[in-house]
Each structure stands twice: as structure tokens, then as C-alpha cells.
């Protein structure tokens, strides 16, 4: 085995979730069986949970446009894209010396960034605890209203 | 987080399989060999990704094999060196954190890169002590990461009895710092 080219170019989660999706994993580990290798469906699975399942390409290239204003580092593009921050916090955990690049004298334009990010990439999933309390809140209100 | 790899491999395809079409053979052969394994200094392999050529196809003496130049392309999983991840709490040790990705599960978050000031409590949870607040870090929480080194151990040759299973691919991050940890500290 020879190694041609270690890094021949690199996938944001998205790309490997549409590559997986596109062979036919499902997040059921049963309706994997046969499509793709169980350690591919685990790798699904990890990306089904993840923002990588609600966005498109579209939301991908609209938010690469748009962020150029900012200067971040290719590498800084691919983890807010495979993160998707939602609060400030996460923004300067993502951004190497953020204080400095973002912050110029009085304009902070990390909130501007946590915006751009919260309008082009599209919500994560609600988490399944999530959504089951959810469920439950909307059956109480709908025996509310029969009651 | 992933990547791809670009990789030539000589490739015996066995008699059984040759009455399929060629390229569906050999990335079957190549799922067999290389899926969900670490090569070291390169990653964990996810997934073939696409075949860009095929050459060969001879049959060496005293074997029923034919023998295949393959040039591929692989999905490889392998954070760089600052990148944050999310991972969930496997085990919580006197010494380090493990984290799961679910299909990777070697990462370690040592001691002194756990948020810091923390104490162990007496059920075994790190806890981070933050101006008077007692922040745990649970068993199956999520938490966020930063990935400071990859190492590829070599293989050993011994391995005592009572020693932790071989790991060819280990990570070793922090959950100290701005954003790190559980989501629900930082959330507003």
C-alpha cells in the first residue's frame, strides 16, 4: 500500500453524511444491513445526531460567501460549519485569538457571525429527550383542550 | 473531522469474485481490507470513496488471484490539531476523561485538561468548580472538545495481562476554555 496524497482534500460532515445517505444508510441500524459496512452506519448515526442532517449544499456555499467579511482560516469555515455555534462562548472557542480579529476597538462582530450562522445554516434536530418532552407538552395540551 | 485520502494499493481479486463487474469486486475487496481500521499516521478509515484506476489484472503463478493496480480515494477520519469536536462521556477515571464519538472511542481528556479548578467527587465524576458552582461532568453527557494531539502507538509486541486493550489511534484533547464542555454551561 502506497499512500499517493494523505490529505487529497477534506469533507465537512455534511459531505459525508450525503455520501452515506446517498449509499444507502439510515439511522435504523437494522435497514443499514446489506447497504453499508455496520461501521459506516455507526459514522451515520454520529453525523445524524449532529447539524450535519438538516443542512444543503446551498445553506453550505450561501454561508462560504457570505462569511468572507470575517477573514477566518478555511479550517475555522469547516468547524462552525460542523458545529454550528449557537452562543458566543462557542464562537471564540472556534476563532484562534477571536478577541483580537473579531473585536475591533467598539465593534464586537461576533454577535454579526453568531447571527449569519443562526440565519444561513439551518437548526440541529432537537435532541431525542428534546423531543420527547416536547411530544409529551403537546399531548398535555391537547387533553387540555378535550378536557 | 474527515477527510480524503488518496491511496494505491496492489489488490488480489480471488477467482470467487471475478464474474462480477470488476469495479463493484474491488471495492468490495477494498471495504474488506480497509474499513474501520487505522493506518497509522493517516486515520481511521470511513469509507471507499470513489476508484480512479484499475491496471493489472495478472494471474502470478500457483494462484488463482489476479492481481489489480488500484489508485482510490478514501473517506479517512482525522481531526487536525485544534479542531472541536463533540463527544459523549464513556468512563470518568482517576486520571482522564473517555470520550465516545460513537464509532471512535479513544479519546482521552487527561486530568489537567479537564476545566480547571476541578475535583473528582466520591461517585467518581469530575466536577468543574466554577465561582462557587458545582458543574458535573456526567456519564453520557455530551460535551464539546478540543483535540491537541493524535498518536498512533506502535503495536506491541507483549502486553501484560491486566493491561487496557491495544488502541492504534488515540486522541488526547481538552475541555478546558471558552465554549468547552457541556453545552449547557455556556448556554445563554
Redesign the interface.
Known amino acids: 500500500m502506497i499512500i499517493e496524497q494523505a490529505n487529497a482534500g477534506v469533507l465537512t460532515n455534511f459531505d459525508v453524511f450525503d455520501f452515506l445517505r446517498a449509499r444507502g444508510a439510515t439511522s435504523d441500524p437494522m435497514g443499514c444491513l446489506g447497504a453499508v459496512a455496520p461501521s459506516e452506519c455507526k459514522v451515520f448515526e454520529y453525523l445524524h445526531q449532529s447539524p450535519a442532517c438538516t443542512q444543503t449544499r446551498e445553506s453550505i456555499d450561501e454561508f462560504l460567501e457570505r462569511c468572507e467579511k470575517f477573514k477566518l482560516s478555511p479550517a475555522e469555515k469547516l468547524n462552525i460549519i460542523n458545529l454550528r455555534p449557537s452562543n458566543q462562548p462557542e464562537i471564540y472557542a472556534l476563532v484562534k485569538e477571536c478577541g483580537k480579529r473579531l473585536v475591533k476597538g467598539d465593534i464586537d462582530e461576533v454577535p454579526e457571525l453568531l447571527e449569519l450562522v443562526n440565519e444561513v445554516l439551518p437548526q440541529p434536530p432537537p435532541k431525542p429527550e428534546a423531543a420527547a418532552e416536547q411530544h409529551e407538552s403537546m399531548r398535555s395540551n391537547l387533553l387540555d383542550i378535550s378536557g | ?10 489488490l488480489p481479486i480471488p477467482p470467487c469474485l471475478l464474474n462480477r463487474p470488476l469495479i463493484s469486486a474491488i471495492k468490495e475487496e477494498l ?1 474488506r481490507l480497509f ?2 481500521k487505522v ?1 497509522a ?2 486515520g481511521l478509515c ?2 471507499i ?1 470513489d476508484v480512479h484506476s484499475v491496471e493489472g489484472g495478472f494471474i502470478f503463478p500457483g494462484d488463482g488471484s489476479a492481481m489489480y493496480k488500484v ?1 482510490f ?1 478514501m ?1 479517512v ?1 482525522r481531526p ?1 490539531i ?3 469536536l ?1 463527544g459523549k462521556i464513556e468512563s470518568s477515571d482517576e486520571d482522564c476523561l473517555r470520550l465516545s ?3 471512535f472511542n479513544d479519546i482521552y481528556i487527561p486530568e489537567h485538561r479537564i476545566a480547571r479548578p476541578c475535583k473528582r467527587g466520591d461517585d467518581g465524576i469530575w466536577v468543574w468548580l466554577y465561582e462557587g458552582e458545582e458543574l458535573p461532568l456526567d456519564i453520557g453527557e455530551e460535551v ?1 472538545f ?1 483535540v491537541l494531539s493524535i498518536k498512533y502507538p506502535p503495536v506491541p509486541n507483549e502486553q501484560k495481562e491486566d493491561a487496557k486493550p491495544f488502541a492504534p489511534m488515540e486522541i488526547i484533547g481538552e475541555t478546558s ?4 464542555g457541556l453545552p449547557s454551561w ?3
Open positions: 473531522m474527515f477527510c480524503l485520502s488518496e491511496i494505491e494499493h496492489d471495504e474499513l474501520d493506518i499516521n493517516l470511513i469509507s470513496y489508485k480515494r473517506v477520519f487536525f485544534g479542531e472541536i463533540m464519538l460513537g464509532f464539546r478540543r476554555g471558552d465554549g468547552l455556556w448556554g445563554d
